[in-house]
T-cell receptor, first 113, second 113 residues
Framework: DTAVSQTPKYLVTQMGNDKSIKCEQNLGHDTMYWYKQDSKKFLKIMFSYNNKELIINETVPNRFSPKSPDKAHLNLHINSLELGDSAVYFC????????????FGAGSRLTVL | DQQVKQNSPSLSVQEGRISILNCDYTNSMFDYFLWYKKYPAEGPTFLISISSIKDKNEDGRFTVFLNKSAKHLSLHIVPSQPGDSAVYFCAAITLGGNTPLVFGKGTRLSVIA
C-alpha cells in the first residue's frame, strides 16, 4: 500500500495545454509538498500545505496552482504549459510543518513538446 | 543560489570498499542535515540524518560526519554493496523555522561488483 502516491507517472503534452497532477498520502500526515526536479537535477520546493492551508509558496509562476481539498490530498494544476515546465514533479508529506523527514512519492515526469 | 552543494555528480566504488559522499552548505542557520537515497523511477527515501549538536551519527553501514566549522558533511558507506548504487541527495533545514528542506543536486553512486 503506497504511502504517497501520485498520478500520472508520465505525462506528455503540448505547449499551451492545461494539466493536473494528483497526489494522495495515507500516512495521516498534516503537511504536504510539491518539489520540482529540473534538468539540472536540483530538487526545489514549490509549495507546502499544512492541514489544507498554504504555508510555503516559493517563486513559482502563477500558472501553477496547488489545491488541497483535504489534508490527505495535494493536487497541482498547471495552466498554459511551457517548454521549461518539463521536469519531474515530486509530491511529499511530513508529520507536520516542523518535521524534517519527508516521505516522497515516486514522481511524475512531465514532458512539454 | 546553491545553499547545499554536492560537487561530485558521480562516484564509482568497488564492492566491499568504502564510499564517501560529500556535501557542503553555505547557510549557517542550517541545524539539521539529512541524506536521501533515490533509485530510478522512485522518489527519494530517507537514509540517515544528523543534528548540528553532533559530529557523527551511525546506522549500520552508514555513517554521517558533520564538520560545522567547515560547513561540510559526508556520508560513509562501508562496506559498499551493489544495492547501494543510487543517487544520494544531501539536504539541510533550519529546525523550528517554516522553511522547507533544501536539497543538493545529488551524487550518483555506482558500486561495481
Amino acid at each position: 500500500d503506497t504511502a504517497v502516491s501520485q498520478t500520472p507517472k508520465y505525462l506528455v503534452t503540448q505547449m499551451g495545454n492545461d494539466k493536473s497532477i494528483k497526489c494522495e498520502q495515507n500516512l495521516g500526515h498534516d503537511t504536504m509538498y510539491w518539489y520540482k526536479q529540473d534538468s539540472k537535477k536540483f530538487l526545489k520546493i514549490m509549495f507546502s500545505y499544512n492541514n489544507k492551508e498554504l504555508i510555503i509558496n516559493e517563486t513559482v509562476p502563477n500558472r501553477f496552482s496547488p489545491k488541497s481539498p483535504d489534508k490527505a490530498h495535494l493536487n497541482l494544476h498547471i495552466n498554459s504549459l511551457e517548454l521549461g515546465d518539463s521536469a519531474v514533479y515530486f509530491c511529499a508529506s511530513s508529520r507536520d510543518s516542523g518535521a524534517n523527514v519527508l516521505t516522497f512519492g515516486a514522481g511524475s515526469r512531465l514532458t512539454v513538446l | 543560489d546553491q545553499q547545499v552543494k554536492q560537487n561530485s555528480p558521480s562516484l564509482s566504488v568497488q564492492e566491499g570498499r568504502i564510499s564517501i559522499l560529500n556535501c557542503d552548505y553555505t547557510n549557517s542557520m542550517f541545524d539539521y542535515f539529512l541524506w536521501y537515497k533515490k533509485y530510478p523511477a522512485e522518489g527519494p527515501t530517507f537514509l540517515i540524518s544528523i543534528s548540528s549538536i553532533k559530529d557523527k551519527n551511525e546506522d549500520g553501514r552508514f555513517t554521517v560526519f558533520l564538520n560545522k566549522s567547515a560547513k561540510h558533511l559526508s556520508l560513509h558507506i562501508v562496506p559498499s554493496q551493489p544495492g547501494d548504487s543510487a543517487v544520494y541527495f544531501c539536504a539541510a533545514i533550519t529546525l523550528g523555522g517554516n522553511t522547507p528542506l533544501v536539497f543538493g543536486k545529488g551524487t550518483r553512486l555506482s558500486v561495481i561488483a
